[in-house]
Structures are given as C-alpha cells and as structure tokens.
C-alpha cells in the first residue's frame, strides 16, 4: 500500500471516529436535556405543594392507559419509573395520557440510547 493510500485510509478511519463521538455527544446531551426538565418540573411542583402520589395511584393509572401493554418492554419500563418518587409525581401531575405515554416514551428510547 502506498503513503498516500495509507495516509487515505487513516483520515476516513478518523473521520469515522469524529462521526462515533459526535453522534455519542448528541445522544448525551439529549438526555441530559431530558433529565434536566424533569428535575426543574420535579422541584417545581414540589415547590407548589403539590400532594404525593402512590405507587398504587401511578399503577392505577398505567393499568387505565391502553396504549401500554402491561408485557411489554414499554409496560415494564413504565412500571421501574413510577417507583421513583420524584418520577412518579411528574409522572402523575402530567395534563393527560396523551402527554404520560409521550414521556414515557421519550425516556425509555432515551435508557436505550444511553445502554449502547
């Protein structure tokens, strides 16, 4: 192999690397995006007293939603969530199903990013 088909070969190989990297930078900064809101609505409505909710009430509320499958990975993504406190008064405070299914899936794509 020659210098400069060498020297072409390292520049795609880095080129690939710099693409690697940009694209794990995006994906962090997506959920940290994503993680970031959360916390501020999470702090915003415990500041506003907003009243806790259960395990029991948050569950009651996944069984009602039918776009989630209780075995499905989605269902059972939903189900680790609402254990965390903090994610369950977000969770529950949301306006509508609509919106509580919209989060869910935006997290659950964004645990599977970060996973890979």
């Known amino acids: ?12 190989q880095n ?31 415990t500041l506003k ?9 948050a569950m009651k509320v996944l069984n009602a939603m039918n776009e989630i499958q209780k075995k499905s990975a989605l269902g059972y993504f939903a189900s680790t969530v609402i254990i965390n406190k903090d994610k369950r008064e977000y969770f529950m405070n949301l306006d509508d199903d609509d919106e509580r299914l919209w989060w869910l899936q935006t997290r659950f794509e964004a645990s599977k990013k970060s996973k890979s």
């Open 49 to 57: 007293g907003i009243p806790e909710y259960t395990v029991k009430d």
């Open 15 to 45: 080129e690939k690397e710099r693409v690697k990297v940009a694209k794990s930078r995006s994906t962090t900064t997506e959920i940290m995006n994503i993680l970031k809101d959360d916390l501020h609505s999470m702090t915003t409505a």
């Open 1 to 12: 192999m020659t210098n400069s088909k060498k020297r072409h070969a390292a520049e795609n």
